[in-house]
């Protein structure tokens, strides 16, 4: 079994949920066993976050119901048999379950759909397509007729994205883990190791640590790809390598961290003038967060500190305003700063973006690069979210613009050709927001290119 948080906590989370609703029940199924190639050889087990956080327990086959009216919840799920414990071992009774997370009662699974009959069904947006099935078949429903509950789902992210002190003591967990995954690739990285032997390090210390990794790791001399899973190359002296990794505790939370290291252990000009960019981005903007202010803000200034860069350097001219204004920067950085991160690496992403960094103070802009943002809204004491500005050289997307002659007054194409074939820069660290102000989560991670260069060398 998974480790818990005392159970009060679990019923003063739902109790918060209730409070908030008169009427109906809040309906959370568990995420089933998921199988690779067939049912019995299965992926690592992976809890819904939802159901983790109102219910703990990171078992499959078990529902939670949490009754509006009556104000109390239902743990619907079945003893295991001998049949079962044969190949299991011994397992707890769900009564002993629901006493770990204080559920005042225990159903058969049998019972759920006829508990259900009649009454309001609040549940959030299933992503798993066995879930879907399985609710559409609870609640007698096609699966075009699942709507789910936007006030439950407003609710959740309310509660959710403040991280309470004892989220915060696994978080900084998830972040040692991460920050550790990162040292132990910067020391074997150097020319002649291969992308493969460093993945393979980053997921074992996240497997021996913690839960594993918080999404499939990022490692690639090919950083110009966002999201690069590829791993086949060697590593080779003048390039760039991206690790972009997490690693989950073993409570599931999460961390997310970006490092860029130059594979000969020492930057070259060109890199350090644009890796210098993408460092004070990161920088300042780490140090504007605080209560108060809008996501939105730290992304503004985080492209115009990089749109200023690429200007003295001369890929990009024209007035600065002007230029981060129309975001001609998204050539550059087609993504936003970051994400609400906790029991997901992206948090509550399975609500949708726009209900998670957006509220009735912020809507999603539409303007290049801007649009990309997860999170605009206002930071809050408790709110813990990424800060990841990058600078990539993508040829398809230069190709494309140049052809479109896209914001060709404020992008030097002539001189970018020379940039093909750079790769990309991302630098991510997770910022917790203070009453104070703001403090980056764990161990500091080298970042400046000396701290980098120097472990790279040692
Ligand atoms: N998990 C990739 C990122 O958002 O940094
Ligand atoms: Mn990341
Ligand atoms: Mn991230």
């Known amino acids: 079994?998974?480790?818990?948080?005392?159970?009060?906590?679990?019923?003063?989370?739902?109790?918060?949920?209730?409070?908030?609703?008169?009427?109906?029940?809040?309906?959370?199924?568990?995420?089933?066993?998921?199988?690779?190639?067939?049912?019995?050889?299965?992926?690592?087990?992976?809890?819904?976050?939802?159901?983790?956080?109102?219910?703990?327990?990171?078992?499959?086959?078990?529902?939670?119901?949490?009754?509006?009216?009556?104000?109390?919840?239902?743990?619907?799920?079945?003893?295991?048999?001998?049949?079962?414990?044969?190949?299991?071992?011994?397992?707890?009774?769900?009564?002993?379950?629901?006493?770990?997370?204080?559920?005042?009662?225990?159903?058969?699974?049998?019972?759920?759909?006829?508990?259900?009959?009649?009454?309001?069904?609040?549940?959030?947006?299933?992503?798993?397509?066995?879930?879907?099935?399985?609710?559409?078949?609870?609640?007698?429903?096609t699966l075009e007729e699942l709507t789910p509950s936007v006030e439950l789902i407003k609710k959740i992210v309310s509660l959710r994205e403040i991280k309470s002190l004892e989220e915060i003591v696994q978080m900084v967990?998830?972040?040692?883990?991460?920050?550790?995954?990162?040292?132990?690739?910067?020391?074997?990285?150097?020319?002649?190791?291969?992308?493969?032997?460093?993945?393979?390090?980053?997921?074992?210390?996240?497997?021996?640590?913690?839960?594993?990794?918080?999404f499939p790791i990022i490692l690639s001399q090919n950083g110009q790809t966002l999201h690069n899973h590829d791993h086949s190359l060697t590593l080779e002296e003048g390039r760039l390598l991206v690790m972009d990794s997490g690693a989950e505790n073993v409570m599931n939370y999460c961390s997310d961290h970006t490092r860029t290291l130059p594979v000969s252990g020492k930057f070259s000009?060109?890199?350090?003038?644009?890796?210098?960019?993408?460092?004070?981005?990161?920088?300042?903007?780490?140090?504007?967060?605080?209560?108060?202010?809008?996501?939105?803000?730290?992304?503004?200034?985080?492209?115009?500190?990089?749109?200023?860069?690429?200007?003295?350097?001369?890929?990009?001219?024209?007035?600065?305003?002007?230029?981060?204004?129309?975001?001609t920067h998204a050539l550059f950085m087609p993504h936003g700063l970051g994400h609400q991160i906790g029991l997901d690496v992206h948090d509550m992403e399975d609500f949708g973006e726009n209900y998670v960094g957006y509220d009735d103070t912020i809507q999603r802009s539409s303007i290049p690069g801007y649009r990309s943002l997860r999170m605009a809204k206002t930071l809050r004491p408790g709110h813990v979210i990424t800060?990841?500005?990058?600078?990539?050289?993508?040829?398809?997307?230069?190709d494309i613009w140049k052809k479109e002659k896209k914001f060709e007054a404020f992008i030097n194409y002539d001189k970018l050709e020379n940039y093909k074939g750079f790769g990309g820069i991302r630098i991510e660290d997770s910022v917790l927001i203070t009453e104070e102000g703001s403090r980056v989560l764990g161990t500091h991670l080298p970042k400046s290119v000396e701290e980098i260069e120097t472990i790279l060398q040692s």
């Open 269 to 327: 000009t060109r890199q350090k003038e644009i890796y210098e960019m993408v460092y004070q981005a990161n920088m300042a903007a780490i140090a504007n967060c605080k209560p108060g202010i809008q996501n939105m803000e730290n992304y503004k200034l985080a492209v115009t500190i990089l749109t200023e860069g690429l200007q003295k350097i001369g890929l990009m001219k024209g007035n600065l305003e002007e230029s981060v204004a129309l975001g």
């Open 173 to 214: 967990e998830a972040n040692e883990i991460g920050a550790f995954m990162h040292k132990m690739v910067m020391k074997f990285c150097k020319p002649g190791a291969t992308e493969r032997q460093l993945f393979g390090i980053a997921e074992s210390i996240a497997l021996t640590m913690g839960d594993g990794t918080s």
């Open 1 to 141: 079994m998974n480790p818990l948080f005392t159970p009060n906590i679990y019923q003063e989370r739902r109790n918060k949920l209730s409070a908030a609703f008169p009427h109906g029940v809040a309906l959370f199924l568990s995420n089933g066993e998921s199988p690779v190639n067939y049912p019995a050889n299965t992926y690592r087990y992976r809890q819904d976050s939802n159901f983790l956080y109102f219910f703990g327990l990171a078992i499959p086959n078990v529902v939670g119901v949490i009754d509006f009216e009556q104000n109390k919840s239902i743990l619907f799920g079945d003893d295991f048999t001998i049949d079962d414990i044969i190949w299991m071992g011994d397992q707890p009774k769900m009564s002993d379950l629901a006493t770990q997370i204080a559920a005042e009662e225990v159903r058969p699974l049998a019972e759920l759909s006829s508990f259900l009959k009649g009454k309001s069904v609040h549940f959030t947006p299933p992503y798993r397509a066995e879930n879907k099935i399985e609710l559409a078949r609870l609640l007698g429903k």
């Open 387 to 398: 800060v990841e500005p990058g600078i990539y050289f993508i040829p398809h997307l230069i």
